[in-house]
């Protein structure tokens, strides 16, 4: 019960988040420019705490971080079929949740990108490194939460 918990966690609350900031940035695109980073950061302290918090149900931090991290590896292996296999996002809700899965971390993603010397920036890339990030910060997390016990 505990393991099903944790991945509807892992599932629901960046799913949650990237459909509320989708809907919220159609009508208050002058509001949200300039806080896509902080949002970013959130939903990462938001990954970090749920880290620190898996730690109270599991004695194993590799089995705490695959559990935390069962949805967003699938999320973004079905972003990379949809890209390098269809060539597209598919135009049904399982192509429209793959995109707002990482869209709260977008903004933090694709300005680390930036930085690099790249000429196009894919949401194939940001996916990934969405996806490296959230792993990291839920590390983190787990590692903290388990010096605390």
Do not use: D, H
Request: glycine share 10%.
């Amino acid at each position: 019960m505990k393991r099903a918990i944790l991945i509807l966690i892992g599932l629901l609350l960046p799913l949650l988040i990237g459909f509320l900031l989708s809907n919220w940035s159609m009508g208050w695109q002058l509001f949200l420019r300039g806080r896509l980073n902080g949002i970013g950061l959130a939903v990462l302290a938001l990954w970090f705490v749920t880290g620190m918090i898996s730690m109270k149900f599991f004695t194993s931090k590799r089995e705490a971080l695959l559990l935390l991290n069962t949805a967003p590896i699938l999320i973004a292996l079905l972003v990379l079929f949809q890209i390098l296999v269809l060539g597209r996002f598919l135009g049904n809700i399982v192509g429209m949740a793959s995109q707002f899965f990482y869209l709260p971390l977008m903004g933090l993603t694709s300005g680390l990108l930036s930085v690099l010397p790249l000429p196009v920036i894919s949401m194939t890339m940001i996916s990934f490194v969405s996806l490296g990030l959230l792993i990291l910060a839920s590390w983190f997390g787990i590692c903290f939460g388990k010096s605390r016990i």
